[in-house]
């Protein structure tokens, strides 16, 4: 399968909750980055962390890379009902001789006012 | 950042005929651009790679003769959605890379619907 994989596949919370998603991917990469995505849209790129590095974050996103173990996090903290939306993380993987994005399974996220 | 964009935003057309999107790099030179096909509720499937002035390399299972893909030159590659059906409608997004970078710029998507 080209896909890496996510989880949990939908998740539902509170506003004001942390939400957490996981991604795993299968190949050696030099970044991952995560996307969101609201319904029928385009995508919107949240944060890329590279390959030597552990954590980033950006406003209320922590993202963590753990390279050993092939998989990342996405943190959302203090959610909003505005951040509902499905989050994809997507992986910069060599894959015969060449560099591209292959995309996670995704993680819809509702967060209920 | 970069900026790619996808024309048209939509599109529908009738089953038996072709489509044509465009995927353009407007303030960089994208020597590699990516297809990508995105049904309802799934994630996004990469269909092809295409390097500026050869073939492009297709992904298992995507037809190569039904989904024509033209990388003429470092601003501009089309995809051709040939003898369109009703299961081809779906959400194309393009991407783009420069030479010197890793990092793919998306454009925002163009949503197919064939009737």
């Known amino acids: 399968s080209q896909q890496g994989e996510e989880d949990p596949q939908a998740l539902s919370i509170q506003e004001g909750e942390n939400a957490t998603m996981n991604c795993s991917y299968k190949t050696s990469i030099n970044n991952l980055q995560w996307y969101r995505q609201n319904s029928g849209r385009g995508l919107v790129h949240l944060i890329l962390i590279r390959s030597n590095e552990r954590e980033k974050h950006s406003g209320r996103l922590r993202v963590t890379l753990d390279t050993s173990k092939k998989s990342s996090s996405l943190l959302i903290t203090a959610s909003r009902a505005a951040d509902t939306a499905s989050y994809f993380c997507?992986?910069?993987?060599?894959?015969?001789?060449?560099?591209?994005?292959?995309f996670g399974t995704g993680t819809r996220l509702k967060v209920l006012a | 950042g970069a900026v790619v964009s996808q024309h048209p935003s939509r599109v529908i057309c009738k089953s038996g005929t072709s489509v044509k999107i465009e995927c353009r790099s407007l303030d960089f030179q994208a020597t590699t651009m990516f297809w990508y096909r995105q049904f309802p509720k799934q994630s996004l499937m990469l269909m092809a790679t295409s390097n500026e002035g050869s073939k492009a390399t297709y992904e298992q299972g995507v037809e190569k003769d039904k989904f024509l893909i033209n990388h003429a030159s470092l601003t501009l590659s089309t995809l051709t959605v040939t003898s369109a059906h009703p299961e081809d409608s779906s959400f194309y997004i393009c991407s783009a890379r420069g030479a010197r970078s890793y990092e793919q710029y998306f454009g925002p998507g163009t949503r197919l619907t064939v009737t």
């Open positions: 997507a992986t910069d993987a060599r894959v015969e001789g060449t560099y591209k994005y292959i």
